[in-house]
């Protein structure tokens, strides 16, 4: 299957649409069969399919992301994408909030507002590029991950390796899809503005935003991926 063509991407959203339609309507779904061990290809091109979609992809700028973004149908796809993240207890410790382009007003004002309680004296020229941020990418959500209430006792980390699958999830989709997709967080995603913006609750935490468009160039990755070596080892006897 090839990433970013049409055939890979025909294929992709058809696994994705018998997905929707698995829909129980009780608020969680069937996986698709593929992963029941169901009709998945063979293992040969599969894991060719794994290996290049997941090598391939890379954090585009949101600036670099324009239209079109994902439709409705591609946007619920990539959420139920979200939903496959392994996810100890069945919690969902996460939400992600949509921020449409006619309400990003409220994110840009959010952004610059943050920026002047933390330096008062930024420029106005400051002021206008925080807004600025917040109207990049045609899709814009802000992942969220919900860290308690502690009851069922599954740790905050877990929760938040959750998260970050289900992120992964979803570039990995719009990916195959052959949208581009970057991640940005910074300084605001702390700030009680944003967090009356959005209605958290206590125990939940802004993590960063999830951007997706159309990649207007693909800048091949700064720097290259860790070797194995770099972060494995292998535990010996004890001493
Ligand atoms: C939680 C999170 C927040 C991030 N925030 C930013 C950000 O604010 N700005 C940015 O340029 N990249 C951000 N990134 C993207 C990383 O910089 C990027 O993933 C990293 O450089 C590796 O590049 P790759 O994703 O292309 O492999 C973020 C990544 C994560 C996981």
Not at 41 to 69: C, D, K, M, Y
Not at 194 to 221: F, H, W, Y
């Amino acid at each position: 299957m090839e990433v970013g063509s049409s055939a890979g991407n025909r294929e992709t959203m058809a696994m994705m649409t018998q997905h929707n339609q698995n829909g129980k309507g009780d608020g969680r779904s069937r996986e698709p069969e593929a992963a029941t061990g169901g009709a998945m290809p063979p293992a040969s091109e599969s894991w060719a399919f794994a290996q290049t979609l997941i090598h391939t992809r890379r954090n585009v700028a949101p600036r670099r992301l324009l239209e079109p973004g994902p439709d409705d149908a591609q946007l619920q796809a990539l959420l139920a994408l979200a939903a496959a993240a392994p996810d100890h207890g069945q919690l969902t410790p996460w939400r992600f909030v949509i921020v449409p382009q006619d309400q990003r007003h409220q994110l840009a004002d959010v952004f610059a507002l943050a920026l002047v309680d933390r330096d008062p004296s930024a420029t106005e020229a400051q002021i206008a590029s925080a807004r600025e941020k917040a109207y990049r990418a045609p899709l814009l959500l802000v992942a969220v991950a919900c860290l308690g209430p502690r009851e069922p006792d599954t740790p905050s980390l877990e929760r938040m390796v959750s998260l970050g699958a289900a992120i992964q999830n979803m570039l990995l989709g719009a990916h195959a899809m052959g949208f581009g997709s970057g991640l940005t967080s910074g300084k605001a995603m702390a700030s009680n503005r944003l967090r009356d913006l959005l209605a958290l609750i206590e125990e939940e935490q802004v993590v960063c935003c999830v951007n997706i468009g159309s990649a207007t160039r693909n800048k091949p990755r700064d720097g290259l991926r860790p070797e194995p070596a770099a972060f494995v080892q292998t535990l010996g006897p004890a001493a």
